[in-house]
T-cell receptor, first 114, second 115 residues
Framework: AQTVTQSQPEMSVQEAETVTLSCTYD???????LFWYKQPPSRQMILVIR??????QNATENRFSVNFQKAAKSFSLKISDSQLGDTAMYFCAFMKQGAQKLVFGQGTRLTINP | GAVVSQHPSRVICKSGTSVKIECRSLDFQATTMFWYRQFPKQSLMLMATSNEGSKATYEQGVEKDKFLINHASLTLSTLTVTSAHPEDSSFYIC???????????FGDGTRLSIL
């Protein structure tokens, strides 16, 4: 079975700073997908970024980028020029190829301070 | 983009009542939908996988007689919490995707409070 671990329960940075959220996972699969979801206080789940394991290039989406290290089974999220609206719970998630089921990490609560 | 609608957003009812929550995919067909439960400050806990036209697959420890799931069409899944009690109070979220490997799209969730 796959597991996803987020070792940082809470993080806090100042507005405009860069912050990195860590995520590690355990799987015997060779092909899979990784996601970061954001859950603001409204509790809506919002997709931040998606990475396909067979792609070596790290995914980027505006101020959000990942550092995908397949051998180390690591998938960290970097948020550049952080904004107050980035304050949220962030969940790392794993999906094996051929499936639609997500396995979530425990989440990291990120606070951006003015 | 793909949209999933979940209703109601908030329910307050008395103990012993059954409550139905609907999850609709508005602009795509979803053969599979998922139902999660989320306790405060915790991650999403998968309760069951809802399959169109067949029985739902429940995760270990989830009572299938307590949480009835029906997926009658390619755009609608319902979760019914039967004879709800205060311990069933929680935040319930549904999700769906249109094909394997694609991100799940989530409903806005239902906050259920049983008095």
């Amino acid at each position: 079975a796959q597991t996803v671990t987020q070792s940082q329960p809470e993080m806090s940075v100042q507005e405009a700073e860069t912050v990195t959220l860590s995520c590690t996972y355990d799987t015997s699969e060779s092909n899979y997908y990784l996601f970061w979801y954001k859950q603001p206080p409204s509790r809506q789940m919002i997709l931040v970024i998606r990475q396909e394991a067979y792609k070596q290039q790290n995914a980027t989406e505006n101020r959000f980028s990942v550092n995908f290290q397949k051998a180390a089974k690591s998938f960290s999220l970097k948020i550049s020029d952080s904004q107050l609206g980035d304050t949220a719970m962030y969940f790392c998630a794993f999906m094996k190829q051929g499936a639609q089921k997500l396995v979530f990490g425990q989440g990291t609560r990120l606070t951006i301070n003015p | 983009g793909a949209v999933v609608s979940q209703h109601p957003s908030r329910v307050i009812c008395k103990s012993g009542t059954s409550v139905k929550i609907e999850c609709r995919s508005l602009d795509f067909q979803a053969t599979t939908m998922f139902w999660y439960r989320q306790f405060p400050k915790q991650s999403l806990m998968l309760m069951a996988t809802s399959n169109e036209g067949s029985k739902a697959t429940y995760e270990q420890g989830v009572e299938k007689d307590k949480f009835l799931i029906n997926h009658a069409s390619l755009t609608l899944s319902t979760l019914t919490v039967t004879s709800a009690h205060p311990e069933d109070s929680s935040f319930y979220i549904c999700s769906a995707s249109d094909r394997d490997g694609q991100p799940q799209h989530f409903g806005d969730g239902t906050r259920l409070s049983i008095l």
